[in-house]
């Protein structure tokens, strides 16, 4: 039987030469293979096959910002230089960071009715946060939720690993197409119009933005440095990118930053309930912490934790 073009180039490891479907530089099967490899044990982030020509066409800038000829060159620089500010651009390449305010808006009213039953003030992480709709989307709902005072002492931490992504998320600009679906009512509250040379433009305002603080943070790190405890985590979209046992170590590093009774957020194709025990589905992609874990796991007390109520068993 004949092998296509495609299975022939991976089997093979045939470099892809200059000029071949228009490229600039050699990338062989393992040049793919080694940024594979580094991705993982970067970011956790596991590559399929299919995101060749992604990967290719991402990181073919750092070679020419760099000046290189090929992909060889750059990942032997990467590895000798171990300079952080190219670990951080060839991360920030191949990270993706598709989102949308309110994205699998059946999420939101579930957070809105949770925090109102909740101890005050109530604390959310936003644990991949792009470029922000997804905090703000958070934040907004807590002011409907709470009320301006009520939501004044919220706090939203918003972090990402990609540090270009959070850029853009702190400065909270966007294009108004990318809010036109949001109701009359939340545009007026929450987005300022832009004009002159920001026409078609929208800021998030500032008492939405004042709500949330942006980090930067990767979830694959061992320590993530968090001396507090939150009532809801939205990991939303990005298990996708990790295999199991990445999946299981940061669902391993949530339970003793949850409050009692925390919710965690999922994505549309997320799925954890064959990854851990310890969270446990209460409603579509939305899991709570089980008591039991929670108070075995616990990290010390501190003030701000210590006077949250629980509220498990909410109904969703
Ligand atoms: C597809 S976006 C999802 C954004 C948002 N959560 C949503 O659902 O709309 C995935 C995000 O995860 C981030 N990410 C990937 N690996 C990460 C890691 N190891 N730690 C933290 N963030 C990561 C990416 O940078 C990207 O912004």
Not at 32 to 39: C, W
Not at 238 to 250: L, R
Request: charged share 25%.
């Amino acid at each position: 039987m004949m092998a296509t073009r495609a299975q022939q180039r991976t089997d093979r490891a045939e470099p892809v030469r200059s000029g071949e479907q228009g490229r600039d530089f050699e990338f062989t099967s393992a040049d793919f293979t080694r940024i594979r490899e580094l991705i993982h044990r970067g970011a956790g982030i596991s590559l399929s096959d299919h995101k060749r020509d992604m990967a290719y066409s991402r990181l073919a800038r750092r070679l020419r910002a760099r000046s290189l000829d090929s992909f060889k060159q750059y990942l032997d620089l990467l590895e000798a230089e171990n300079d952080p500010a190219e670990w951080e651009a060839f991360t920030n390449a191949l990270t993706t960071n598709l989102t949308a305010f309110f994205r699998e808006a059946h999420h939101f009213p579930i957070l809105a009715d949770f925090v109102t039953r909740r101890a005050q003030p109530v604390s959310v992480w936003c644990s991949a946060a792009s470029t922000g709709e997804e905090p703000y989307s958070i934040a907004m709902t807590l002011i409907e939720a709470l009320g301006e005072t009520g939501a004044r002492q919220a706090t939203v931490l918003a972090t990402d690993i990609d540090t270009q992504v959070l850029a853009k998320a702190e400065a909270g600009m966007y294009q108004f197409d990318q809010v036109k679906h949001l109701s009359p009512e939340r545009l007026k509250r929450f987005f300022l119009k832009g004009t002159g040379a920001h026409a078609g433009m929208v800021k998030v305002r500032p008492q939405v933005r004042a709500m949330v603080r942006f980090e930067q943070l990767n979830l694959t790190d061992r320590d993530y440095q968090l001396r507090t405890q939150f009532d809801a985590i939205f990991c939303r979209n990005v298990m996708i990118y990790f295999d199991k046992p990445t999946q299981a170590q940061v669902l391993g590093r949530f339970e003793p930053l949850m409050k009692s009774g925390g919710l965690l957020f999922a994505g549309h194709s997320e799925n954890f309930t064959y990854v851990t025990q310890a969270f446990k589905l209460r409603g579509q992609t939305v899991y709570e912490l089980t008591r039991d874990v929670a108070g075995a796991r616990a990290p010390t007390r501190t003030a701000a934790t210590a006077s949250s109520t629980s509220t498990s068993g909410v109904t969703i």
